[in-house]
């Protein structure tokens, strides 16, 4: 069997034994989706963002953790963001993982109420529903190393099915400064036999607070940000991020260097506007031993913009709503 099929497998069981223990093993293979363009598309890791833009989008996304390591984790993503009437933001995200033989899948759905504080503030508060299956290939039970009737992994291989809900709540002010809360997972339910519930759950948080600075004469709009997050039993990290959008919004590149205990990485992003059309590619690697056994991770995200030709950064600001007053 291939080192990381091993791997993945004792993680898996080791997540069992703590379920059956009585608590709720999500507690363990809880991360979120890793996304490093989600300042880009932030309703992936926060629910308010949804239909914040007042652009309906699709959104594909594709990524290979640790690529050139058999059978290192791939998630693949399909969103979809919109505002169908005004103040109201709808979404829905599917999201599936394969990591050596163990899998997981996520389907969410994400409202959000958007409304103006004041002139120059925007706020939205955003709620998702998602269910989560966790299982293992039947590679699991086949693999001549398997010993026949391991009742954790038949179990695992059977697979166990949650249903979470994140809260989100996202601002900006004055179209200069942005500000995202997003907790993870305040709700975690097991939809399979094992429903009791686990009070040391750790507390899941992410924030997110950015900045737009405008440089008209070069047509060229810098927005530095820094993501903190807090998911399960993993230690606080934290993202420095700086994107550059070019052109009026035809071009994009940026950079991020990420710091906490158990990682630092850097990372390194660049993309293109056409019409409806956005591609973009990144490329992050991190400064731990493991990493001279892989090339690094790619992410790759194509999107679609549904109503008409995209606006460009410049022109987002918040058009007044039919009935108010003008300066």
Known sequence: MKTLNKISIIIFVGLFTINLGAQDYSTS????????????????????HTGFEK??????????????????????????????????????ILYAENYGVANRFVGQGNYAYNFKANSETRMSLGLS???????L????????NHRAGDPLINAAVNGESYFSADFGYWAEFADKFKLGITLPQIVLANLGQNQKADSSRPFNFIGFLGAKWRVPEYRLIVEPSV?????????????????????????????????GPSDNRTGFLAG????????????????????TFNRGSHELT??????????????TKEEPVKGEMTK
């Open 129 to 135: 529903g998602s269910y989560i299956r966790y299982s």
């Open 272 to 291: 293109v506007r056409v019409n409806q059309f956005r591609f973009i590619y990144s490329y992050d690697q991190t400064y731990q031993t493991f990493q």
């Open 137 to 144: 290939d039947n590679e699991a039970i086949t693999d001549p």
């Open 302 to 315: 194509l999107s679609f913009d549904l109503n008409g030709k995209n606006k460009t950064m410049s022109e």
């Open 29 to 48: 293979l809880k991360t979120p989706a890793v996304y490093t363009q989600y300042f880009l598309n932030p309703f992936f890791i926060n629910p308010a």
């Open 227 to 259: 993501c903190i997050r807090k998911i399960g039993d993993v230690p606080f990290g934290t993202d420095l991020n700086v994107l550059a959008n070019l052109l009026d919004d035809k071009l994009y590149l940026g950079f991020t260097y990420s710091f």
């Open 55 to 92: 652009q309906s989008r699709v959104v594909f996304n594709f990524r290979n953790h640790w690529a050139g390591f058999n059978d290192s984790p791939k998630g693949l993503t399909l969103g979809i963001n919109g505002s169908p009437v005004n103040n109201m933001g709808l979404g829905g």
